[in-house]
């Protein structure tokens, strides 16, 4: 069964532009969530999804922004890059039974921003 | 102050002995609980979770939950060296998938 597939798994911006982050869930895995993770801060929740909507966000301004497509991917995208925007971006997927919740997430590799 | 705290470490423990990890949280609608653990350079893995206080049990792993106190604790027994990672700490509330984490704990498992 394959896992969480994100990309791309590296990139380099410059402040101001914007990026888009892709991920796919496992298969049968209806919800998908996005975190942060940086050194000082470690992993902080930024929103999830399931069946295309948004359920739950953290708090990040609004130039973080994220959606799902019916096939469960989702995408986030982050505008205006800001040199503290670099971090690695995890998606993680979960089973999300009947609409529910577990805490069990699989996370994907990341993908690690660095803006300059 | 973080909702979720963990003594960030290292925490050095010899092989074959006990680690203890420790966590506190803030938030008193936290209802489950969970660890992680991130080897370097990958992304983190479930290894346990609780919702009911009192011990958990699961293999060398044990996790303990006081409600009252608002502590959560990871013992691992007969430590390994493949033991030697970060372990994060994560709380949410019953009905959605957002976890709250704690910035890890970097456990050394010493040969």
């Known amino acids: 069964k394959a896992g969480v597939t994100q990309t791309p798994r590296y990139l380099i911006k410059t402040r101001g532009q914007q990026v888009t982050l892709s991920c796919s869930p496992i298969?049968?895995?209806?919800?998908v969530s996005w975190y942060q993770q940086t050194p000082g801060q470690g992993l902080q929740f930024l929103f999830e999804y399931f069946s295309e909507t948004q359920r739950n966000k953290g708090n990040f301004p609004g130039r973080f922004s994220g959606r799902q497509f019916s096939n469960s991917r989702s995408e986030m995208n982050v505008s205006t890059l800001e040199l503290g925007d670099s971090a690695l971006y995890l998606c993680a997927s979960s089973l999300a039974p009947r609409g529910g919740s577990t805490g069990e997430l699989f996370f994907g590799e990341g993908s690690r921003l660095t803006v300059l | 102050q973080k909702e979720v705290e963990q003594n960030s470490g290292p925490l050095s423990v010899p092989e074959g002995a006990i680690a203890s990890l420790n966590c506190t949280y803030s938030d008193r609608g936290s209802q489950s609980f969970f660890w992680y653990r991130q080897y370097s350079g990958k992304s983190p893995e479930l290894i346990m979770f609780i919702y009911s206080n009192g011990d958990k049990e699961d293999g060398r792993f044990t996790a303990q939950l006081n409600k009252a106190s608002q502590y959560v604790s990871l013992l691992i027994r007969d430590s390994q060296p493949s033991d030697s990672a970060t372990y994060l700490c994560?709380?949410?509330?019953?009905?959605?998938?957002?976890?709250?984490f704690g910035t890890g704990t970097r456990l050394t498992i010493i040969p």
């Open positions: 298969s049968g895995h209806r919800s």
């Open positions: 994560a709380a949410n509330n019953f009905g959605n998938e957002k976890l709250t």
